[in-house]
């Protein structure tokens, strides 16, 4: 039996996990089926990762279009680094285009649009 998990767990680390949920609020967000979803609490706690993730679920869906929003463009560029680390790993083929601010993927599409007048 020992050697059966330590085995299974060598598969799980050659297993290319480009994003896990954390444990907790995380995953029950992203688990989530219901059409509206309040995700709160601590700061750092996981949420701005959770709305990167969340799209991900749907983005093989040719009618799925996603609209990601922030304050502020420095708070989007951070969320556009993680995505454009994590995006491509999980849908080869997808294109962020940095002049409209958006992931197309093979079906889906994911806008990231800059809050206008900033500044
Ligand atoms: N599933 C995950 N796997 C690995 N790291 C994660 C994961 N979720 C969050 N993190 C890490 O935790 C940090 C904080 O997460 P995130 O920015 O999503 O928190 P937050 O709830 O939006 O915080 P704030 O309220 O300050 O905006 C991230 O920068 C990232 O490093
Ligand atoms: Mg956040």
Avoid: C
Wanted: glycine share 10%.
């Amino acid at each position: 039996m020992q050697e059966e998990s330590a085995s299974q767990s060598i598969s799980l680390e050659e297993q290319n996990v480009v994003f896990k949920p954390n444990e907790g609020p995380q995953t029950k967000f992203l688990a989530s089926s219901e059409r509206e979803v309040l995700y709160g609490g601590a700061a750092g706690g996981g949420k701005s990762y959770a709305m990167l993730a969340d799209p991900l679920r749907y983005m093989g869906h040719s009618q799925f279009s996603g609209l990601l929003l922030r304050h502020t463009t420095e708070e989007l560029r951070e969320l556009i680094w993680k995505s454009q680390e994590i995006y491509p790993q999980i849908y080869p083929g997808i294109k962020w285009s940095e002049r409209k601010m958006q992931w197309v993927a093979p079906n889906g599409l994911m806008v990231l649009p800059p809050k206008e007048n900033e500044g």
